[in-house]
Structures are given as C-alpha cells and as structure tokens.
C-alpha cells in the first residue's frame, strides 16, 4: 500500500472549466504561492519521482562532463541528479520560490538564476551540450520564441531533451470528465485545473497542443528529432505504487522528445 506519507504529498487534481478561469493571470501557476508543498508531492509521487524524471535521465544517458542547461528548475530535482552523474549544470525558472527551494537543495554555488522561458535567455551563444526542458514548454502558447532561445544557447549538434503533456491524455481526461466539447485535440487550446496539495490549492493552467504540432514546432527552430518517447514506469514503482500500477502498468501521461540541434 502507498505510505501515508506518500497519500499526505499527493496532488489531487479537478478539471476547471474554462468560464470558471479568472482572467487575471497572477491567479493562475503562482507556484511561489505553493512552492514548498508542491516540492514535497514532487518528491514522492509517482508520476513525478518513479516516472518522468527516471525518464528524463534515461534518455539523457552518460552526461559526465557535459554542460547541461535546466529550463524551467523548480526546486532542483532533475539539476541534483545531472549533476550527480557529473554534468555540469545551469538551471533557471520564473518562480523565485522554487529557486528558493533549490538553492537550499543545491548550496550557494550552484549557477541557478530567474529568467522566463518565453523571453531572452541570459547565457551566451553555443554555451551547452544539452538543454533538459522537463514539462515546461506546455506553459507556452507559442513555442516559437523558446525554441529559438534554447537553440541558441546549444551548441551545434547538441541536445534538447523535452518533456510536455501528452496530448492523448489531456484529450482522454476532458472526454472521460464529460467535456470533450472544451478540448478538440487538433486544436491549441488553455486547458486548466485546480492542484489541491498539502492542504493548499492553486490553479495551475497550461497549453494542449496535437503531436503534429508539437513536430512542426520542433523541425521549425532547426531540431531534429531523434526519439520520441513514451515510456514504462521506473521499476521501483511497482513495490511503491502496487495498488496504481496493478490498474494501470503502463499509462499515458507525458511524452518525451529528444532532438538535436541542426
């Protein structure tokens, strides 16, 4: 059975209508608002823990000695481990609170900065082997401007290796909640749900795009795509998780990219 620490870290989640989304930006991905419990749920749970960052360091591979860059942070999860494996690592995020979280995880010397994804990056020109962009892109609208940031900083024939939604599942949850009629997968469309976390809840919204897409997003900003990926749970998950993984042994839920720089 999952622990009860495990239970107490879990992110329930509720499909938010449309209507129901105030306008006003700042009351949506504040994660400086719940920066400590989201971390905490991170930690732990499976889709984060025995999924998407095992993934994540698969296809990365034998990083020893590359200069990786981590669009999008959070609290330093992904940066540990790259580092741990002897990259040598960069990471920025919008959120202070999460830098915050991941400057006492990483120590003062890290090279952590904030910067949006979505804007001009501050790193030079050819600065990295690889860029890792773990479920960050799908906050953008449009992905044009970041793609052309992260290509910029790799080097020639470097490496971005990508997480997002994936978008059969995004589709599948409003179908399965009744509201196919608010996301037609081929369209791009903000789709948002409400977080409840360590007694605390936030709307956190994000963007559905089609796989067709997301390809021609990637071939436009001169990438190649080298893998795509939809991966099994960390073996590890079966023992942590043996009630979700005996329903569910393989799932739909993120999907994985690597591409390489032209």
Known sequence: MISSEREEHAISTRLVSPSAVSVDPSKTNDY?????????ANETNLVNAYYERPAMLALAGDVAGRRILDAGC??????????DRGALVSGFDASAGM??????????GADLRVADLGGPLPYADDTFDDVVASLVLHYLEDWGPALAELRRVLRP???????????????LIHR????????????????????????????VSRWHRP????????IR????????????????????FPEAIAVEPRFLCFLFFVLQAG
């Open 157 to 171: 024939g470097g490496r971005l290796i990508v997480s997002v939604d994936h978008p059969f599942a995004v589709n």
């Open 211 to 218: 796989l067709h897409a997301m390809i021609e997003a990637f």
């Open 99 to 108: 830098l915050e979280l991941a400057r006492r995880r990483l120590g003062d």
């Open 176 to 203: 399965e909640a009744g509201r196919e009629a608010e996301c037609d997968y081929f369209d791009t469309i903000k789709w948002t749900v409400e977080w409840t976390v360590g007694g605390q809840t936030a709307l």
């Open 221 to 240: 900003a001169d990438f190649r795509i080298t893998v795509i990926s939809e991966p099994d749970p960390d073996p590890a998950a079966r023992e942590l």
């Open 32 to 40: 400086d608002s719940f920066a400590g419990a989201y971390t905490a």
């Open 74 to 83: 959070g609290s330093g999860f992904l940066f540990a481990a790259l580092r």
